[in-house]
C-alpha cells in the first residue's frame, strides 16, 4: 500500500494515469483503523488494476480540506488523476467500496 504524503500526493494521484483509490485516514481515528485491514483484503483482490494508498490526514489537513474530504474515514477512487467517487463515514464498508471500484473498473 502507498503511503501518500502532501509531498507526494499531487504526483502519484492527481497526475497518475488510470485508478487511484485514496483511503483518508487519521492516527486518532478508530473506524478507520477498523477499516484498515478490509482495504488490505481488496488491495489482494484488485491490487493489480488499481493503485491502492493511504494518507494520514492528521499530518495533511489542508490537503484534505482542498479534496473536500470533511469526515473520516473517506475512501475515494481518482481517474486520471480527478475524483470520481468516495464513500465516507458510515458507507466506508468494505462491500460499498468494493462496489465503487468495480463501478470504475
Known amino acids: ?3 501518500l504524503t ?4 499531487e ?3 492527481l497526475k497518475s494515469e488510470g485508478l487511484v483509490l485514496v483511503d483518508f485516514w487519521s492516527d486518532g481515528c478508530e473506524p478507520c483503523k477498523a477499516l484498515m485491514p478490509d482495504i488490505l483484503d481488496l488491495k489482494e483482490q484488485y491490487g ?5 494508498s493511504k494518507i494520514n490526514t492528521t499530518k495533511a489537513r ?3 480540506i482542498k479534496e473536500r474530504v ?6 475515494c477512487i481518482y481517474k486520471d488523476g480527478i ?4 464513500v465516507t463515514k458510515d458507507d466506508a464498508k468494505k462491500d460499498k467500496i468494493e462496489e465503487m471500484i468495480k463501478k470504475h473498473m
Not at 493489480?48 to 491502492?52: L, Q, V
Open 1 to 3: 500500500m502507498l503511503e
Open 6 to 9: 502532501k509531498v507526494n500526493f
Open 11 to 13: 504526483s502519484e494521484v
Open 48 to 52: 493489480e488494476k488499481i493503485k491502492f
Open 62 to 64: 489542508r490537503l484534505a
Open 70 to 75: 470533511l469526515g473520516l474515514p473517506t475512501v
Open 83 to 86: 475524483k470520481v467517487d468516495e
